[in-house]
């Protein structure tokens, strides 16, 4: 019964969402009032009924009612209580089912937290947003319904891919979807935007809020879905240029192009074209994730459809979306007025070569992904791009915008001063080349680890010098920390944002100084990895409540000293007799000693893949640096949605145009 | 305890990781470099996976093979020739640089060159806008005539 409450929640769902797409962009069109309130009210609606409807499944998920379909495929009465809560979305349908809530709840805060925007443009993003809900909406009633039942209902469930049993199920995707699908609402403010022909910086201060919430939540779930793959997949591997992280990073590196200039947009009225534009083709790019993904083009790990049909039916609401949207920006866009004049050195400038070098990394990436596919639907010819091709195109391409990152800091308004701010930041130069140089001297080996960690020092140094020069000028300590509290959030919110791309790239330089060591052993035979000497004492078989582990007992000893000790060990499920791996993980500093067990030979000797791998964890605590400063940003007295409102009504009460 | 631990034992059947180290050459030069081939080949039956870090049964196979030829006195660009041949350019993680891939390399650089270049054609544009806001000689004069007018009335 349960079940069948959450089918009916979603078509009732879907009912309203076509009336809200319709009702209030009519009522803006038209100036009706009335019309334009039942957007708010009916996003509100519409987001609890999704709600029933999700809980509905997780009900059926968590009482392992194994007569619906999806939970007869994916569970199994004996998985562990946090999987069957994050089970719900790890397949196909339940995955479809989060994204329609997550689409839903952004419209939901926007009907909430926006009493100060102007009646007509909250009226047309949430009809737009609506359009969205409704599209994806059918898409999963019709093609990918969680809800099917079948008649006798099986005894046992057929449980859920083993790789998937893993806490990180439980943050990733729900991270990853909030980032995806945040984007949606820059597109429905974008769309709103060009209906209405409402463009100016009051619309950019409206929507950059949900492009920072986006953007924040992006960062983190590609984090996170990046340790995951590390710890999981048994190498230390944690980026493979795969199709489907790239359909991560692409909506990622528009949007961060898209937070930029819309920041021109709001300080000085300029590129409002462009901006635009990317805010179409930040969600564009999502969903052409979607696309990717869920179509089964691409057979990888995360395609759990492989259903043409389901496949069509997303890339018409590609089409639909795309299309329509680049036709009214076409439409629209010539009548906009250039904004603001700025000299080529200057804020402005330095935030449109960011664009320009953002917006290029992302085509490569674009390119690379979907270049194979076109080649061999085109000539039958197969090729393949994978991390090599990436490494070579994408790095070149990223070394000037860490370079450029500091010094547009730096750049006042209008007419900046480049020399200026060239001078200023020696230091962060010094620092910079002294440590590659150093760090050369100390490590040996190839030139490049050096190079990108001396960049790296020079982007963490130099983030914070714009900060210093406005803060040094205290005349005591307190005088300064006064000053630097009273710094807006948005600055602070920059540099260490900044700071944290600094930081994952010293991370990623210092792969470069990894030990890896592939050996076979004995128990109670050292091991040298790096400065460690890492040991197995012992094996022991262990039973968890689906499946059954041989667990190594494994000591880390430095200088002789046991300074920590790990157990990794090799799983294997019963269910669907699937073997794998949990790599023993121990931080120490900001480095990791991650060791995994390849094999078990029959006379007891282990098949070891070892690692010493130093600063890797700067990787991940960057991108985490990175979001706090997003966070920061969000938090700033300007962005907040109260202020946006009194800052709306000013705008309101300026005469007509 | 020991049955357990065989019962165990022959529950892990299969899974075993990439490089293993009985696959590994005796001599680190010359393993070095085949880790260094094997990371730019592709496992033919696995996703996006270089033979390197792929578990799968063939990818064992090639490592073997590119050990094989490495002792037998290739060189890199021998291996993956002999590789090319015989699994075509799929097999490469880079794909070459000909005809079919000649959008692919040169993507990047034709849209940094194309919008830089539409970038400087609209503010060249943008520009006689400016110097139009500017005032001409004769608008110039009559600012300083309603100037000075200005300063010539008292408080």
């Known amino acids: 019964m349960i079940v069948e409450i959450g089918h009916y929640a979603l078509v009732?769902?879907?009912?309203?969402?076509?009336?809200?797409?319709?009702?209030?962009?009519?009522?803006?069109?038209?100036?009706?009032?009335?019309?334009?309130?039942?957007?708010?009210?009916?996003a509100v609606m519409q987001f609890l009924l999704i709600g029933v409807s999700f809980a509905a499944l997780t009900h059926a998920y968590v009482t392992s009612d194994f007569s619906v379909v999806n939970v007869f495929e994916n569970s199994h009465s004996l998985k562990p209580l946090i999987y069957k809560y994050s089970g719900v979305w790890g397949n196909h349908e339940g995955s479809m089912l989060l994204w329609v809530l997550i689409l839903a709840l952004f419209g939901a805060t926007v009907a909430?937290?926006?009493?100060?925007?102007?009646?007509?443009?909250?009226?047309?993003?949430?009809?737009?947003?609506?359009?969205?809900?409704?599209?994806?909406?059918?898409?999963?009633?019709?093609?990918?319904?969680?809800?099917?039942?079948?008649?006798?209902?099986?005894?046992?469930?057929?449980?859920?891919?083993?790789?998937?049993?893993?806490?990180?199920?439980?943050?990733?995707?729900?991270?990853?979807?909030?980032?995806?699908?945040?984007?949606?609402?820059?597109?429905?403010?974008?769309?709103?935007?060009?209906?209405?022909?409402?463009?100016?910086?009051?619309?950019?201060?409206?929507?950059?809020?949900?492009?920072?919430?986006a953007w924040i939540f992006l960062t983190l779930g590609i984090a996170m879905g990046s340790y995951w793959a590390y710890y999981t997949l048994g190498?230390?591997?944690?980026?493979?240029?795969?199709?489907?992280?790239?359909?991560?990073?692409?909506?990622?590196?528009?949007?961060?192009?898209?937070?930029?200039?819309?920041?021109?947009?709001?300080?000085?009225?300029?590129?409002?074209?462009?901006?635009?534009?990317?805010?179409?083709?930040?969600f564009s790019l999502s969903l052409l994730g979607t696309f990717l993904v869920r179509s089964g083009v691409l057979t990888s790990v995360h395609s759990f459809a492989t259903d043409p049909q389901r496949g069509v039916f997303i890339l018409g609401i590609l089409i639909f979306f795309i299309g329509g949207s680049l036709a009214l920006f076409a439409l629209r866009a010539s009548a906009l007025k250039p904004g603001g004049i700025f000299a080529p050195v200057s804020r402005e400038g330095a935030l449109v070569l960011n664009n320009l070098l953002l917006t290029t990394s992302c085509a490569t990436v674009f390119v690379g992904t979907l270049y194979p596919l076109a080649l061999e639907a085109m000539t039958d010819e197969k090729i393949s791009v994978g991390a090599p091709f990436f490494n070579l195109t994408f790095g070149p391409l990223f070394i000037p915008i860490v370079l450029a990152m500091p010094i547009g800091q730096m750049l006042a308004w209008k007419r900046g001063d480049l020399y200026g701010a060239a001078q200023r930041l020696t230091l962060a130069?010094?620092?910079?080349?002294?440590?590659?140089?150093?760090?050369?001297?100390?490590?040996?080996?190839?030139?490049?680890?050096p190079v990108l960690a001396g960049l790296a020092l020079y982007l963490i140094v130099g983030s914070f010098v714009e900060i210093w020069g406005?803060?040094?000028?205290?005349?005591s300590v307190g005088a300064m920390f006064s000053?630097?509290?009273?710094?807006?959030?948005?600055?602070?919110?920059?540099?260490?944002?900044?700071?944290?791309?600094g930081l994952t790239l010293f991370g990623l330089a210092a792969?470069?100084?990894?030990?890896?060591?592939?050996?076979?052993?004995?128990?109670?035979?050292p091991v040298v990895a790096g400065p460690y000497e890492i040991i197995v004492r012992g094996l022991e078989p262990r039973d968890g409540s689906n499946f059954r582990e041989l667990v190594a007992h494994t000591d880390i000893l430095e200088g002789g000293r046991l300074i920590a000790t790990m157990d990794p060990s090799r799983r294997s499920f019963t269910t669907r007799t699937m073997v794998r791996t949990e790599a023993g993980i121990k931080t120490i500093g900001l480095g990791q000693v991650y060791m995994n067990i390849a094999e078990v030979r029959d006379d007891g000797s282990l098949d070891l893949r070892l690692y010493w791998k130093p600063y890797v964890a700067l990787i991940w605590l960057g991108a985490l640096v990175m979001a706090l400063g997003g966070l920061l940003s969000l938090s700033d007295r300007r962005l907040r949605i109260g202020i946006a409102k009194r800052a709306a009504t000013r705008v309101v009460a300026q005469p007509a145009e | 305890m020991r049955v357990i631990l065989a019962l165990l034992l022959a529950l892990l059947p299969g899974l075993a990781l990439a490089v293993q180290p009985d696959e590994m050459l005796k001599d680190p030069a010359l393993e070095a470099r085949a880790r260094n081939i094997s990371s730019e080949l592709r496992c033919l039956v696995c996703q996006n996976q270089s033979i390197d870090d792929s578990d799968a049964g063939l990818a064992r196979d090639l490592r073997l093979m590119v050990r094989e030829r490495l002792q037998a006195g290739d060189t890199d660009a021998q291996v993956q020739g002999f590789l090319v041949q015989r699994y075509g350019d799929f097999i490469l993680l880079k794909p070459p640089f000909k005809a079919e891939t000649l959008l692919l390399w040169l993507a990047p650089l034709f849209v940094l060159l194309g919008s830089g270049a539409a970038l400087f054609a609209f503010s060249r544009r943008r520009r006689p806008a400016e110097s139009a806001a500017a005032l001409s000689p004769v608008e110039q004069a009559k600012l300083s005539e309603l100037l000075e007018e200005r300063a010539d009335q008292p408080g």
């Open chain 1, 112 to 213: 909430l937290f926006s009493r100060g925007m102007p009646d007509d443009l909250r009226a047309l993003v949430l009809a737009v947003q609506s359009w969205l809900s409704a599209a994806f909406l059918l898409f999963v009633l019709l093609t990918s319904n969680p809800f099917a039942r079948m008649i006798p209902a099986p005894i046992e469930g057929r449980d859920l891919n083993p790789l998937l049993q893993d806490p990180g199920l439980a943050i990733h995707p729900p991270l990853l979807y909030v980032g995806y699908v945040g984007f949606s609402i820059t597109f429905s403010f974008a769309a709103a935007a060009l209906i209405s022909g409402r463009i100016d910086a009051a619309w950019a201060r409206y929507v950059r809020p949900w492009t920072l919430i």
């Open chain 1, 12 to 42: 009732l769902a879907l009912a309203l969402a076509i009336v809200q797409g319709v009702a209030p962009l009519v009522g803006a069109l038209r100036r009706d009032a009335a019309l334009m309130a039942m957007a708010q009210p009916a």
């Open chain 1, 470 to 475: 406005r803060v040094s000028g205290g005349s």
């Open chain 1, 483 to 501: 000053r630097a509290i009273g710094l807006p959030r948005s600055a602070w919110g920059t540099a260490i944002a900044h700071a944290g791309i």
């Open chain 1, 511 to 525: 792969t470069g100084w990894g030990v890896e060591r592939i050996v076979t052993v004995k128990p109670n035979q």
């Open chain 1, 235 to 282: 190498w230390g591997g944690f980026w493979f240029w795969d199709p489907v992280e790239n359909a991560s990073l692409m909506p990622w590196l528009a949007g961060t192009a898209l937070l930029h200039s819309a920041a021109v947009m709001e300080k000085r009225d300029a590129l409002k074209i462009w901006t635009i534009f990317l805010a179409i083709l930040a």
């Open chain 1, 429 to 449: 130069c010094a620092i910079g080349f002294v440590g590659a140089v150093l760090l050369y001297a100390m490590r040996g080996g190839p030139i490049v680890p």
